[in-house]
């Protein structure tokens, strides 16, 4: 009985483990179409560059997008342009991405209006999105992402999956997975100072 009890929870942890680390195909970017959800790219079919074919690199364009926010309201990247934003791309099941939020509550305090964040959570239903944003205080913004289309817009080997975002609408950074909050927000800071500069 012990054996097998011991065997289950090494099952459990592996895949625990290998969660963060999904294909782009377990998390999103094999091709689900909108479905009326919350998220649009604001392209055309013909305009959708990285975003249909492989992973975006520093220097592309950030593919446009608007996502619902927890607590009502939209945020749209191109509504933000002459900022700098970070896009993250975040699971309430992905351990390294939530040891990392209380960077982004930091980085939000500190930069207010010059900055724009917004967390998008990736393919889990508002309710639990809600409880986990309500168990943890966060106020910064956080949006739903219910049918993974973020990920065929920013498609990556796995999640926390971080993009830092130029003024000029071009991608200055990309961060995939996260270590600690202090970590996390001195890495965030130092390219988001470098990219206002």
Same mark, same amino acid.
């Given at each position: 009985?012990?054996?097998?009890?011991?065997?289950?929870? =090494?099952?459990? =942890?592996?895949?625990?483990?290998?969660?963060?680390?999904?294909?782009?195909?377990?998390?999103?970017?094999? /091709?689900?179409?909108?479905?009326?959800? @919350?998220?649009?790219?604001?392209?055309? !079919?013909?305009?959708?560059?990285?975003? @249909?074919? /492989? #992973?975006?690199?520093?220097?592309?364009?950030?593919?446009?997008? !608007?996502?619902?926010? +927890?607590?009502?309201?939209?945020?749209?990247?191109? #509504?933000?342009?002459?900022?700098?934003?970070?896009?993250?791309?975040?699971?309430?099941?992905?351990?390294?991405?939530?040891?990392?939020?209380?960077?982004?509550? &930091?980085?939000?305090? #500190? %930069?207010?209006?010059?900055? @724009?964040?917004?967390?998008?959570?990736? =393919?889990?239903?508002?309710?639990?999105?809600?409880?986990?944003? &309500?168990?943890?205080?966060?106020?910064?913004?956080?949006?739903?992402?219910?049918?993974?289309? =973020?990920?065929?817009?920013?498609?990556? #080997?796995?999640?926390?999956?971080?993009?830092?975002?130029?003024?000029?609408?071009?991608? +200055?950074?990309?961060?995939?997975? +996260?270590?600690?909050?202090?970590?996390?927000?001195?890495? %965030?800071? @130092?390219?988001?100072?470098?990219?206002?500069?």
């Amino acid at each position: 009985m012990i054996k097998k009890i011991f065997t289950f929870m =090494m099952i459990a =942890m592996a895949v625990s483990f290998a969660g963060c680390g999904a294909s782009g195909d377990d998390f999103g970017t094999n /091709g689900n179409q909108n479905d009326g959800q @919350s998220v649009d790219n604001g392209q055309d !079919s013909d305009e959708t560059n990285a975003a @249909s074919g /492989g #992973e975006l690199s520093k220097g592309d364009e950030a593919p446009d997008f !608007s996502v619902e926010l +927890a607590g009502g309201g939209s945020f749209k990247l191109s #509504e933000n342009k002459g900022k700098v934003v970070l896009i993250n791309i975040w699971a309430t099941w992905c351990g390294p991405c939530v040891g990392e939020m209380p960077a982004f509550e &930091k980085l939000n305090s #500190e %930069y207010g209006d010059e900055v @724009s964040i917004v967390c998008v959570n990736s =393919m889990e239903d508002k309710g639990s999105v809600d409880s986990f944003i &309500k168990e943890n205080g966060y106020t910064f913004p956080i949006a739903y992402d219910e049918q993974g289309i =973020m990920n065929n817009l920013y498609p990556t #080997e796995g999640i926390p999956y971080t993009v830092i975002v130029g003024k000029d609408g071009k991608i +200055a950074k990309i961060e995939v997975g +996260a270590n600690d909050a202090d970590s996390q927000y001195k890495l %965030y800071k @130092s390219a988001i100072d470098k990219a206002l500069k």
